[in-house]
């Protein structure tokens, strides 16, 4: 009946956000070399002094309080490249991540939830990451909107 298939989409879109929050939830904390991750920087440049900033907080405070997040598969870094980049800049050899096993769409999504929160974002990083989500996975504005994909996720704005 098609006055169920809005209700049957959405409800598929919830089991989908389930199983992405025990995705994240099952993920290991590891040490990894820093050479074996991917910093891709979606054609954006990061700002310098972020990253220093980053750097000077990590080393007050010892080192930090999230890790950056990386897709199993690919070892690309998906949240925290700052954080990444800092420990580069700071010469470590190796780094703690937790690396999670994500889709493409997945680890999309997820960039733009932690983006969408910082303090001052990347106006063109956000839209190059709403652009990949519209072509790339052929995702309607309000689908994205909606945060159907982290139904468990607080709202923080």
């Known amino acids: ?7 049957r ?27 074996t991750l991917v910093v891709e920087k979606d054609g954006v440049g990061i ?25 199993k598969n690919t070892m690309k870094v998906v949240v925290g490249k700052r954080r ?8 470590k050899d190796k780094v703690f991540v937790r690396i999670v096993d994500l889709t493409d769409q997945e680890a999309a ?5 932690e983006n969408a929160v910082r303090f001052n974002p990347d106006k063109k990083e956000l839209y190059l990451t709403f652009k ?8 309607k504005q309000v689908e994205i909107a909606e945060d159907q994909f982290y139904p468990g996720f607080p709202k923080r704005y």
């Open 84 to 91: 990444v980049l800092a420990d580069k800049k700071a010469k």
């Open 1 to 7: 009946m098609v006055q169920y298939d809005g209700a």
């Open 47 to 71: 700002d310098d002094r972020s990253v220093d900033r980053l750097l000077e907080s990590a080393s007050r405070r010892k080192g930090w309080i999230h890790y950056p997040v990386v897709q």
């Open 9 to 35: 989409a959405k409800g598929q879109r919830d089991r989908e956000g389930r199983d992405l929050l025990e995705k994240i939830e099952k993920a290991g904390v590891y040490e990894v070399p820093i050479r």
């Open 132 to 139: 990949s989500l519209r072509d790339d996975f052929h995702l």
């Open 109 to 113: 999504l997820w960039r733009l939830e």
